[in-house]
């Protein structure tokens, strides 16, 4: 996978380092070619990497020397932010829904995908003022930003890699693969693969993290056994 085919709104990258983990939102560093011009920093902003296509938004950027050094965060960067505390009454029962909506609401965020289940709380429920995201870690949620920018309360589906691939390292400590394979877009949190190479048994990912370098791309896959 060339770096020809990384790109941030088109401008082509450099360096970059995208995490995707099994819960939150995927957060990137990017080094462009050229500059990007201000009014595109303030606006949605496209990552390209790898046969992934990720909408996110600007946490923070610079411009030096005709290039444009970006850190990027999936979705419009609002579940990092301080929401006041709220209270919630309901005889038939407060929803973790109701909570995490009014969240996604307040914090500037779309929820595309609900919760799987959704019991009550109970008659009442303390929102405490912290991050939009740790609420949503106090409901229990296993949130996760989609490639088009909006959450999905979900976990990441299960399934099994079967797109061929080659590991190229292995850190048996801390149980991470880094592979080869010419479909980098394949590996997901939440997939499942084996190797006649590694040890026995299927490697669960937990986190992706790929590195976009001169001429070549990067696979680590953090795993459990």
Same mark, same amino acid.
């Given at each position: 996978m &060339? #770096?020809?085919?990384?790109?941030?709104?088109?401008?082509?990258?450099?360096?970059? @380092?995208?995490? #995707?983990? @099994?819960?939150?939102?995927?957060?990137a560093?990017a080094?462009t070619?050229?500059?990007?011009?201000d009014? /595109? !920093?303030?606006?949605p902003?496209t990552?390209?990497?790898?046969?992934l296509?990720?909408?996110g938004s600007?946490?923070?950027?610079?411009?030096? $020397?005709? &290039?444009?050094?970006?850190? !990027?965060?999936?979705?419009?960067?609002g579940?990092r932010?301080?929401?006041?505390?709220?209270?919630?009454?309901s005889d038939a029962?407060?929803?973790?829904s %109701?909570v995490?909506a009014? #969240?996604?609401?307040?914090?500037? /965020?779309?929820?595309? %995908?609900?919760?799987?289940?959704?019991?009550p709380?109970?008659?009442?429920y303390?929102? %405490?003022?912290?991050?939009?995201?740790?609420t949503?870690? $106090?409901l229990?949620?296993?949130?996760?930003?989609? *490639?088009d920018? +909006? +959450?999905?309360l %979900?976990a990441?589906?299960?399934?099994?890699?079967g797109t061929? =691939?080659?590991? +190229?390292?292995?850190d048996?400590?801390?149980c991470?693969?880094? !592979?080869?394979?010419d479909?980098?877009?394949d590996?997901?949190?939440g @997939?499942v693969f084996?190797?006649? @190479?590694?040890?026995?048994? *299927? =490697?669960?990912?937990s *986190?992706?993290?790929? +590195? #976009?370098?001169?001429?070549?791309?990067?696979v $680590?896959?953090?795993?459990?056994?």
């Open positions: &060339s #770096v020809a085919e990384s790109s941030v709104n088109a401008h082509r990258i450099r360096l970059a @380092r995208l995490t #995707v983990p @099994r819960i939150g939102a995927w957060l560093d080094w070619d050229d500059e990007i011009p009014t /595109e !920093l303030a606006e902003m990552l390209t990497v790898a046969g296509s990720l909408v600007l946490v923070r950027g610079e411009t030096w $020397q005709g &290039s444009t050094r970006v850190r !990027l965060v999936g979705g419009k960067g579940w932010r301080r929401l006041p505390a709220r209270w919630y009454v029962g407060v929803r973790a %109701q995490a009014d #969240v996604a609401t307040e914090c500037g /965020e779309t929820i595309s %995908q609900g919760l799987a289940s959704d019991p709380l109970g008659a009442w303390a929102r %405490q003022a912290w991050s939009a995201s740790r949503l870690a $106090q229990g949620c296993p949130w996760r930003v989609l *490639d920018g +909006t +959450t999905s %979900q990441w589906p299960a399934s099994r890699i061929t =691939f080659d590991p +190229t390292a292995y048996a400590a801390r991470i693969v880094e !592979l080869a394979t479909t980098p877009s590996w997901r949190p @997939r084996s190797y006649p @190479r590694l040890p026995d048994g *299927d =490697f669960a990912i *986190d992706v993290v790929m +590195t #976009v370098e001169p001429g070549k791309l990067r $680590q896959a953090w795993c459990t056994r």
